[in-house]
């Protein structure tokens, strides 16, 4: 073994005892109050998680995309929340300051980032575009040394906690489509941005998620990420990355949905024995590990392919729509498998199906994740990347 995956067998090991030992006992905790508590989040920026993906010399841990992926089958084998609340910040929030950002933005950032010091969100949603993202209508319109913003951004996970923003919005208004947008770093506090109050969801206690509102926000010149014009790109690039990402927390739940299953098929008796006994139940269990064990193979391969240096945009589109779809199913069936006892809230499970319902909606829907994987599969046709 390498030193490098002697390092990563340990952190590992770290994570899911950080993850027994006080994520699970906090789910109770995180459920009733709505928040994550200052022990837990104190922890996760010990592990390091905030600047799992920042590189070293910018205080982060930079891990690879596999040994990032390692990390987060860990953690959500908690519910989803935990890894909600560095996982903005970790991820879609810093993923354009590392792949556009100038060295000065990246000083300026990355480390108090990395630590967990400040917070950072991904403002792309807006109320009226949300899967067709080159169509937002959030205005910067360049006055002198600045630009002037005026929009709002929907659903920004983490926005009541960020003091930075990566905001998506149009310097070219008559350029239609994904060519006029830029890409803005646009800091907490600054006049005529607000958060709005958390949403009440369905599920996922503990992630917050608000609009942003701009009201003739003025920023310098100097906070646009990447040429001007290449904001698009930018989201996709990011998006590509945490659909990886997501893909690996489906598969940490999806094994705790599977276990929490096995648990109570083998405690649970009826008819005289315990019901794992019977082969139709044995048959819930058994097609949820097959989808469990294909969906951790998925994107530990995905990982492997996107360190590799190979572009990853069909790869994590499929990730993500299996393991999320995956984690859907074993949720439903893991829920049959408790019989009444899984429609209580006694039960873990009845929390868990209701929070893994949104992985298959946001960063991505599963439709949209189709559209992405058969596009790429046609370019690769028609370019005879197949043949
Ligand atoms: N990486 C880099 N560039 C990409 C890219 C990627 N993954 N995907 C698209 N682009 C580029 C394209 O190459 C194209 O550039 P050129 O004009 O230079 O050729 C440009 O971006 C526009 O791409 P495209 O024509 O594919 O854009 P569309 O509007 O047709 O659709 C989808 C793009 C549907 C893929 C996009 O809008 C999307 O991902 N929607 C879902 C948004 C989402 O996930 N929202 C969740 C909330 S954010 S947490």
Do not use: W
Not at 61 to 78: D, N, P, Q, R, T
Not at 135 to 160: E, M
Not at 215 to 242: W, Y
Request: glycine fraction near 10%.
């Amino acid at each position: 073994m390498t030193e490098r995956e002697e390092t990563l067998v340990q952190l590992v090991e770290a994570v899911r005892r950080f993850t027994r030992e006080v994520l699970l006992p906090a789910e109770a905790i995180v459920e009733k109050t709505n928040e994550i508590p200052e022990h837990v989040v104190r922890g996760l920026k010990d592990l390091g998680l905030f600047g799992m993906t920042v590189p070293e010399e910018y205080g982060g841990l930079g891990l690879s995309m596999f040994e990032e992926a390692s990390l987060v089958f860990e953690v959500c084998y908690a519910q989803p929340a935990f890894r909600s609340f560095f996982g903005t910040t970790n991820g879609v929030g810093t993923l354009g300051i590392l792949n556009y950002g100038t060295e000065e933005q990246k000083r300026k950032y990355l480390p108090q980032l990395a630590s967990g010091q400040m917070m950072a969100s991904f403002a792309l949603t807006e109320p009226d575009s949300g899967s067709d993202a080159a169509s937002l209508t959030t205005r910067a319109v360049r006055d002198g040394d600045h630009y002037v913003i005026n929009g709002t951004k929907r659903f920004i996970t983490n926005a009541i906690h960020a003091g930075v923003f990566t905001v998506f919005a149009r310097t070219a208004p008559k350029e239609a489509g994904a060519g006029g947008i830029s890409a803005f770093l646009v800091e907490r506090g600054t006049p005529g941005l607000t958060v709005t109050k958390p949403y009440e969801k369905m599920g996922f206690a503990g992630s917050h998620e608000s609009d942003v509102i701009f009201e003739d926000v003025r920023v310098p010149a100097s906070a646009m990420l990447g040429a001007e014009g290449t904001g698009f790109k930018n989201a996709m690039k990011s998006l590509d990355h945490a659909r990886l990402h997501m893909s690996a927390v489906a598969t940490g739940l999806c094994q705790r949905l599977l276990d929490e299953g096995v648990r109570y098929a083998t405690e649970r008796k009826q008819f005289g024995k315990p019901i794992a006994s019977f082969q139709l139940i044995q048959a819930l269990l058994a097609d949820s590990q097959a989808e469990a064990f294909a969906a951790r193979a998925m994107v530990e391969r995905a990982a492997r392919d996107k360190d590799a240096g190979k572009s990853i945009t069909k790869e994590a589109a499929c990730c993500k729509y299996f393991a999320t779809e995956a984690a859907g199913r074993i949720a439903d069936r893991m829920l049959q498998v408790h019989g009444g006892n899984g429609y209580i809230k006694e039960y873990a499970i009845e929390r868990l199906y209701r929070d893994v319902r949104l992985l298959r909606i946001y960063e991505g829907t599963s439709q949209i994740l189709q559209i992405i994987t058969a596009r790429e599969l046609i370019r690769e046709h028609e370019s005879g990347a197949l043949s």
